[in-house]
């Protein structure tokens, strides 16, 4: 007979396989590309960290489930870069698909429960995901600060790009830490501009 | 003037370090040593997926915070193998003076909050601790299993060692997780014995 226990260690040996998906940000230090794993470890601090943050009706221990399940699905999907030219439609429908296998992998009522968690994340509409979604995009940049730059070189990314993409998701979920943040990001980009890069 | 966010800010980036930590046992695929920062991420999981298996009085959310942040000490005291001989009192000693320094980046309540709930699970006495530390000694033979045997073989490990420093914890905390685990996990060191290994 199978039990819960059964489905609930294979669905955690499952996920060990998100160490080994990379990410385009790297570590802090400039050594290596990061992987899922490690970086949803790192933004489930964030969200630890900066609860106090968030907007009215938020969550942190609710928003910290959602960061430590939203990559899961890049398990079969792999990470897409946010500086990247991919097919939006075509990438929802293939990390639904994946979020539809890996917590499908949970006894039933545990699997339905993450997957609707994971869908609100991605709906990005209930504050908690909004809240959520906002330090997703904050990570990378701050990396991309520590680090010299990062993605923004690899993709040769313009101020105008990194607000549209990033920063507009930064300030909707966060606007008191985007506040925080801009002025140094908006630094690296001046900087940039200033010695021909 | 220094606002919270600085400190903050600064606070998450130095956690960064703990991606470059090693530890003795290696991802499920057995094609690398994990680090500390993507383990704290699979335990937070296990803690989530797991919840339900918790003694009375536990807490999730409140282990998943604890989970999150138990290894950043490791950033100066580097990770102690379970396996290994080092000298429980000064590693203890080196730990705490460690966790004063990082916490202590943070603003001043909130950095001693998370002290207290450090030192809590170092402890490991509150009902959150124990099933914490049942986890969190719980992941690395999972992984060991995975890999085929992993820091077992690298320490030449004995069933009768291997039940005093990580059964006995497993058990305390979680002992119908201990009691799905236990067969499978002696399965692999009867099946060492009998080949000699």
Redesign the interface.
């Known amino acids: 007979m199978s039990?819960?226990?059964?489905a609930?260690?294979a669905?955690?040996?499952e996920?060990?396989?998100l160490?080994?998906v990379l990410r385009a940000t790297t570590?802090?230090?400039g050594?290596r590309r990061?992987?899922s794993?490690?970086h949803?470890?790192?933004i489930?601090?964030?969200a630890?960290?900066?609860g106090?943050?968030a907007g009215p009706g938020v969550d942190p221990?609710r928003v910290?489930?959602m960061l430590?399940?939203h990559d899961l699905v890049e398990i079969d999907a792999g990470d897409a870069p946010i500086f990247g030219d991919q097919d939006a439609a075509a990438l929802a429908a293939e990390e639904d698909a994946a979020a539809q296998r890996i917590f499908g992998m949970?006894p039933e009522a545990?699997g339905a429960e993450l997957l609707a968690l994971w869908r609100e994340f991605e709906a990005a509409e209930s504050p908690d995901a909004v809240f959520a979604k906002s330090l997703d995009r904050l990570q990378p940049p701050?990396?991309n600060l520590?680090s010299g730059g990062g993605s923004w070189i690899e993709y040769n990314v313009s101020p105008e790009t990194f607000e549209a993409r990033v920063g507009s998701k930064i300030k909707r979920g966060a606007p008191?830490?985007w506040d925080?943040?801009w002025p140094r990001f908006k630094a690296w980009f001046d900087q940039r501009a200033k010695t021909g890069g």
Chains 1, 2 share one sequence.
């Open positions: 039990r819960p226990l059964d609930q260690m669905f955690l040996q996920a060990d396989r160490k080994s570590l802090g230090n050594s990061e992987n794993g490690e949803s470890w790192h489930a601090l964030y630890l960290i900066l106090d943050h221990s910290i489930r430590l399940i949970l545990q701050m990396q520590a008191g830490i925080w943040a």
